[in-house]
């Protein structure tokens, strides 16, 4: 595709069940980098991948938490037994490669809220 | 820790205005600078980057952004704004030699027609 596509574009989730978001990012990039910008707040790294490993996972708030990526392109951020405070929008980036010099491309983010 | 600071969160210009939205960034070291925008509901988009050289950056859409290393800012300029540059600015460093952007809370701007 032509960018980063996320699914689903807004998700309303019950306290304390699992929801699972998917990213797909652009063909041919080998990083990927998931972010979450809740109300009032600037965008907070979650984690990131190269290829399908995962690096630097620093940014997870708690183990309820999760990402895989999977053939080097999708990626999947799994939240188990979520919680209000999980609500927010959440941004998934693909770049040529991990490095400084390399743009990040955004997709359009999931709009979690959690009742 | 590192962080960014975008000290206007909410500006509200008439069309023709002249625009500034200040960036500030604590880290003493190398780093690389963003200014990403968010049209409504639209996606994040590159406004424009500095790496290195010269300190003054040129983006897309008549938008600059000047690098003062000593004072640790990266502030966004337009001379003159039009009704379609209401929008959420977001400021981002990344550490050199690192990928991970960290991000400022943003800026509306509402642009009065």
């Known amino acids: 595709g032509a960018g980063v596509s996320q699914s689903p574009s807004n998700k309303v989730t019950e306290k304390g069940k699992d929801v699972e978001l998917r990213c797909d990012p652009i063909s041919g990039h080998t990083a990927l980098y998931w972010y979450r910008q809740s109300l009032g707040q600037g965008l907070e790294f979650l984690i990131y991948f190269q290829g399908n490993s995962a690096p630097d996972k620093s940014g997870l708030p708690s183990d309820r938490f999760s990402a895989e990526r999977t053939g080097g392109s999708v990626s999947t951020l799994t939240i188990q037994r979520t919680q209000q405070e999980d609500s927010a929008v959440y941004l998934c980036?693909?770049?040529?490669?991990?490095?400084?010099?390399?743009?990040?491309?955004f997709g359009p983010g999931t709009r979690l809220t959690v009742t | 820790a590192q962080s960014v600071s975008q000290h206007n969160h909410h500006v509200i210009l008439s069309e023709a205005a002249s625009l500034e939205l200040g960036c500030n960034y604590s880290?003493?070291?190398?780093?690389?600078l963003f200014w990403y925008v968010q049209y409504p509901g639209q996606h994040l988009q590159l406004l424009l980057k500095y790496f290195s050289g010269d300190p003054l950056v040129k983006g897309i859409k008549g938008f600059e952004a000047e690098f003062i290393k000593s004072k640790f800012s990266f502030n966004l300029r337009k001379p003159s704004v039009q009704w379609s540059d209401t929008a959420e600015y977001f400021c981002a460093v990344s550490l050199s030699g690192t990928y991970k952007y960290i991000f400022g809370t943003g800026t509306r701007l509402k642009v009065l027609a």
């Open positions: 980036a693909s770049s040529r490669s991990a490095g400084e010099n390399y743009e990040q491309y």
């Open positions: 880290y003493g070291g190398t780093v690389n």
